[in-house]
């Protein structure tokens, strides 16, 4: 017998008012970095403009700052998203901001790519790269 594979609810199955496979629509004001409290009412118009063309979320790209990304979040009709960073708030601490979403962009790959990094380095030097998760002999 055939088991039917059922979607799962919440963000993996949503395409958050975009093409299938993108992402929220991203609000680039903040790239070029500057005061971001000086951004904002761009940041504000741009957000509110895609979401009124349909966009069921916004992404203020490299906004770190929470106070201002809290008064984004307050400022716009709809969900926003955010990117966690080194620098950026924590998860938990994004979620009190109102962050509807959270991306980890490059960020999961660089991580597992300077571990893979570290421990070819212990092997290199003739190690074992799993001596710290091995289980203790018994005897």
Same mark, same amino acid.
């Given at each position: 017998?055939?088991?039917?594979?059922?979607?799962?609810p919440?963000?993996?199955?949503?395409?958050?008012g975009?093409?299938?496979?993108?992402?929220? %629509?991203? =609000?680039?004001?903040? !790239?070029a970095?500057g005061? #971001?409290? +000086?951004?904002l009412?761009? @940041?504000?118009r741009r *957000?509110t403009?895609?979401l009124?063309a349909?966009a069921?979320?916004?992404?203020?790209?490299?906004l770190a700052? %929470?106070? =201002?990304?809290?008064? !984004?979040?307050a400022?716009? #009709?709809? +969900?926003?998203?955010?990117? @966690?960073r080194?620098? *950026?708030?924590?998860?938990?601490?994004?979620?009190?901001?109102?962050?509807?979403?959270?991306s980890?962009?490059?960020?999961?790959?660089a991580?597992?790519?300077g571990h893979?990094?570290r421990m070819?380095d212990?092997?290199? @030097?003739?190690?074992d790269?799993?001596a710290?998760v091995?289980?203790?002999?018994?005897?």
């Amino acid at each position: 017998m055939r088991r039917r594979r059922r979607k799962r609810p919440g963000p993996s199955t949503r395409n958050w008012g975009c093409a299938p496979g993108a992402g929220p %629509p991203r =609000i680039g004001v903040f !790239l070029a970095g500057g005061d #971001p409290a +000086a951004l904002l009412p761009e @940041a504000v118009r741009r *957000a509110t403009r895609y979401l009124a063309a349909g966009a069921d979320c916004v992404y203020p790209i490299l906004l770190a700052d %929470p106070a =201002i990304l809290a008064e !984004l979040v307050a400022a716009v #009709p709809g +969900a926003v998203n955010a990117l @966690a960073r080194p620098g *950026a708030p924590t998860v938990p601490e994004l979620a009190a901001l109102g962050v509807a979403r959270v991306s980890y962009g490059g960020g999961l790959y660089a991580a597992a790519r300077g571990h893979t990094q570290r421990m070819l380095d212990v092997v290199r @030097a003739g190690g074992d790269p799993f001596a710290a998760v091995r289980p203790a002999a018994s005897g």
